[in-house]
């Protein structure tokens, strides 16, 4: 229905126009012939004028972009004016301009669209070719990258067909425990990587093992028996010994006294002397950690000293366990700080026990001698982690067989492969133009060889080489403590005469100073912190059968030589028989562990590795095997960042090279 003034009205109850097409359609840019209403209003004049050029508008868009027949409600619909709800020219402009987006069509020139929508389609229509030439620019690196790869791939296995990886060439000096435990792993470590090898083991004692393989014929070669001075044993603890008696198809079995290494098995009792009186005894030698020990009348004499010192050496065991999982090191120091040792490692144990609440007589009755058993010093001279070492042998193991733990070192030895120097010193190294070293060594028939290695490591104690050469990192001259061991056999027991009349004499005696000179003895080593005790230890072994006779085989660790008058005035008198006896003096048996803060450098100079930094902490055959597993860790390491295939500057040469073997090198 039509208004006064020729609008049409929006009610929905009109009935629909009939449809026409209208003229021709007019572009947003054409002027629109102007309705002339003389008797409106100015301002409802050019509202009207709108209307109307909306309805021409829409008409034109409807009849362009429909496509198909459609009904006559349809374009009525679609025709229908626009309601305004509010008036003012700019209203009125941004209905109409979003109407006619609705409504906008391809092939339909829309001028009012409004300015930021026609520049976004702009930036679209001209993003387009920026991201064509991106695409391309991957796709043609992706292919140089895959090129390359391949290239490389080819030239690799082109060199592997015409030029095998070289062959490094490594020394290693000594072969006890820290230098079997090195070849053992460096071997597994580069078959592991692929990396060729040919180790050489130099020593020159007559066995492997090192200081730690000591065995003695009783009586002759021919008797058929035998003792070993040396170790018999290893704690639970020691996981990397353990891992390699496994590999090696060695079976390790416990020790049932749980202080092989100082009396064998079936000892018997067990008493602590001090040269004056007996400090303690017991029926059988037991380690003061083992659980069920301590009775009533012990927890009333000690109180709870016993537990403290036990949780102690409990916690230092689970510290020290994790060293390995720090492996490779390059600094003892860092190691230590990073499994928080290094209050048991500036300590003496006597300072750190007594700061824990345990007590003076259980460290001179119980732990203190049995510190001296193992490492003859005493809790005054020794470290924290020193002591705690010696006391944690709870569970002990051995490797069953009659080789024993020389056994295990052989066959280490044998697995690697490395070809084996016996009763050869080495006598002098000198550093190599290509990186690596000269190493000269002496035979037993006084050949003197030199070789060139890319690689040497000194499994062997600083002080007691005769090298003398500068090096990068000079390692510290540690003191060693001397030893005497002495081997007896004899058809008597011990007199109780010479142990202030005690009727049973214990199996196994280990000794400490008199409460009266503890303070003073404990500050002391060697002779100095002997006090009124003959020895260190006496141990009955055995018992052998010889010419039908029962003999009792004694084995005595003092600090100075057992002659044959204090054996008899042990035995009873000079008319007690000795039947035979074996002396030896060992210049280095312990290292000295006092309280340190610095530890000789693993590296000393370029390729030149050193294990004896953990002397400086601790000894043991545990402790040793740990640093040649380290130590082997830290070449393969270095090799793998070398790369299989070494420059020609690199290898060594194979002319010799004159004049340069004595060069800072004496010896």
Not at 214 to 231: K, M, W
Not at 247 to 269: E, K, M, P, Y
Not at 606 to 625: C, F, P, R
């Amino acid at each position: 229905m039509s208004n006064n003034y020729g609008a049409i009205s929006n009610d929905e109850d009109d009935p629909p126009p009939p449809y026409s097409p209208g003229p021709a359609p007019r572009y947003f840019d054409e002027e629109v012939p102007e309705v002339i209403t003389p008797l409106l209003p100015e301002r409802e004049r050019r509202q009207h004028q709108r209307i109307v050029e909306a309805r021409l508008l829409r008409a034109d868009i409807i009849q362009y972009a429909a496509s198909g027949e459609r009904t006559q409600q349809q374009r009525v619909t679609e025709a229908r004016p626009i309601r305004y709800e509010a008036t003012g020219e700019r209203q009125h402009q941004r209905v109409t301009e979003t109407r006619l987006i609705r409504y906008d069509a391809p092939g339909v020139r829309t001028p009012l669209l409004p300015e930021r929508r026609r520049s976004k389609r702009r930036l679209e229509l001209n993003s387009e070719p920026i991201f064509m030439v991106l695409g391309i620019l991957f796709f043609l690196v992706i292919v140089i990258i895959i090129v390359y790869v391949l290239v490389l791939f080819m030239c690799f296995i082109i060199r592997w067909a015409t030029e095998p990886p070289y062959e490094r060439r490594i020394a290693i000096v000594g072969a006890g425990p820290a230098g079997v435990s090195t070849a053992y792993h460096l071997a597994q470590r580069a078959d592991s990587a692929h990396i060729p090898h040919r180790i050489t083991l130099y020593d020159k004692r007559s066995h492997i093992g090192g200081r730690s393989v000591h065995p003695v014929d009783i009586f002759s070669p021919d008797f058929g028996d035998s003792v070993e001075l040396g170790a018999t044993t290893f704690p639970k603890s020691a996981s990397i010994l353990i891992k390699a008696a496994d590999n090696l198809g060695l079976r390790t079995v416990a020790v049932q006294d749980g202080i092989g290494d100082l009396v064998g098995r079936g000892s018997g009792s067990f008493g602590v002397y001090d040269g004056r009186s007996w400090a303690y005894k017991e029926p059988h030698p037991r380690n003061f950690l083992e659980s069920g020990w301590w009775t009533f009348w012990l927890w009333v004499r000690y109180g709870m000293s016993p537990n403290r010192a036990a949780d102690i050496v409990s916690d230092f065991r689970k510290k020290r366990a994790r060293l390995s999982s720090f492996i490779p090191f390059n600094y003892l120091s860092t190691a230590i700080n990073s499994v928080d040792l290094s209050q048991h490692a500036v300590e003496t144990a006597e300072h750190y026990l007594s700061s824990q609440g345990v007590a003076e007589n259980f460290q001179r009755e119980i732990f203190n001698p049995w510190i001296r058993g193992r490492y003859a010093q005493n809790l005054g001279t020794i470290s924290g982690v020193g002591a705690f070492t010696a006391a944690d042998n709870n569970d002990a193991l051995s490797i069953y067989g009659e080789d024993g733990m020389a056994g295990l070192w052989e066959r280490m030895v044998s697995s690697s492969g490395a070809s084996v120097n016996l009763e050869t010193s080495v006598q002098w190294l000198a550093k190599g133009s290509w990186g690596g070293w000269f190493l000269a060594s002496s035979s037993p028939s006084g050949v003197e060889t030199v070789e060139r290695f890319d690689a040497v490591v000194l499994a062997t104690p600083w002080v007691l080489t005769s090298l003398n050469i500068t090096l990068e990192n000079t390692p510290h001259n540690v003191s060693y403590v001397p030893q005497h061991y002495t081997l007896f056999t004899s058809p008597h027991e011990l007199s109780s005469n010479a142990f202030s009349g005690q009727e049973e004499i214990p199996g196994l005696i280990l000794t400490t100073p008199c409460s009266w000179e503890y303070r003073e003895i404990s500050g002391g080593t060697g002779k100095d912190g002997m006090g009124h005790a003959p020895f260190w230890v006496l141990s009955r072994i055995k018992e052998v059968i010889r010419w039908g006779r029962r003999e009792y085989v004694y084995k005595v660790v003092s600090a100075e030589e057992l002659k044959d008058e204090e054996i008899h005035r042990m035995l009873g008198g000079t008319d007690k028989t000795i039947s035979w006896v074996y002396r030896h003096f060992s210049p280095a048996a312990h290292p000295l562990l006092q309280p340190r803060t610095i530890f000789s450098d693993i590296l000393l100079d370029d390729n030149l590795w050193y294990t004896g930094a953990m002397d400086e902490l601790s000894t043991g055959v545990e402790m040793g095997s740990l640093m040649g597993d380290n130590v082997a860790a830290l070449v393969v390491q270095r090799w793998r960042k070398e790369g299989k295939y070494l420059p020609e500057e690199r290898r060594i040469p194979q002319e010799p090279e004159e004049a340069t073997y004595g060069k800072n090198v004496t010896g």
